[in-house]
């Protein structure tokens, strides 16, 4: 609906200003003039709600609902074979079953009844979508977690983690944005089409 989508939008522009804005009106210091230079706020407080605001929160909310997306099209997938499915007499077959997919016509008192066997063409359709966005959130997972689990232990049990390490687990989480357009053109004929006709002479 479109006003609770403009509620969630509002909502995560909020969360992300306050987020990015706290340490400018003095929640932690961003400057150290030791160092002498800007860092991110490593007070305890504010690394637990930016973190799990900015990472934990969001990917709870992710999970669920790819589990509710994925849930719902495993139970109308269910439900489409139950009702398409129905036992018809050997004489009215027009055509022999086999083990493809297949679509059988039967006359009966004037009328015409379509029966599928298998997967329909929107069910192929489905599956795929809901695996390549199960691929997305596993990639997401994997590249941004080191990263915030390191930032969200540095400050509460005052670890002293390599700079490479922190440098590394960065890295891997921008890593991220290169991972997805491999993963849209590997499962989406749009993208696969499009990267076809920027990089290979036609």
Same mark, same amino acid.
């Given at each position: ?8 939008? !509002? *909502?995560?522009? !909020? +969360?992300?200003?306050?987020?990015? +804005? ?11 003039? &030791?160092?002498?230079?800007? @860092? $991110? ?21 992710? +999970? ?7 849930? !719902? ?19 009215? @077959?027009?055509?022999?079953? #086999?083990?493809?997919? @297949?679509? $059988? ?9 379509? @029966? ?12 795929? !979508?809901? +695996? ?8 997401? $997972? ?8 390191? &930032?969200?232990? #540095?400050? *509460? ?14 890295? *891997? ?30």
């Amino acid at each position: 609906r479109r006003r609770i989508s403009n509620v969630m939008i !509002a *909502l995560t522009w !909020a +969360l992300s200003a306050a987020i990015s +804005l706290a340490p400018l009106f003095g929640w932690g210091e961003t400057y150290s003039p &030791e160092q002498e230079r800007c @860092q $991110v706020s490593q007070e305890p407080s504010y690394t637990i709600i930016s973190t799990g605001g900015a990472f934990y929160l969001p990917l709870c909310v992710v +999970l669920f609902v790819y589990w509710k997306i994925y849930k !719902a099209a495993k139970f109308r997938m269910g439900g489409r074979r139950k009702n398409t499915v129905v036992p018809l007499p050997e004489a009215a @077959q027009v055509k022999e079953a #086999s083990h493809e997919p @297949q679509m $059988v016509f039967t006359a009966r008192h004037a009328a015409i009844t379509f @029966q599928t066997d298998g997967e329909t063409w929107r069910e192929q359709k489905e599956k795929k !979508a809901a +695996l390549m966005v199960g691929i997305l959130i596993g990639v997401f $997972v994997l590249c941004w977690i080191p990263f915030f689990i390191t &930032e969200l232990i #540095s400050p *509460l049990c005052s670890c002293n983690i390599p700079p490479i390490w922190k440098s590394i687990f960065l890295w *891997l989480g921008y890593s991220n944005s290169f991972f997805n357009p491999l993963i849209y053109t590997a499962f989406n004929k749009n993208y696969n089409n499009a990267f076809k006709n920027l990089f290979v002479k036609q």
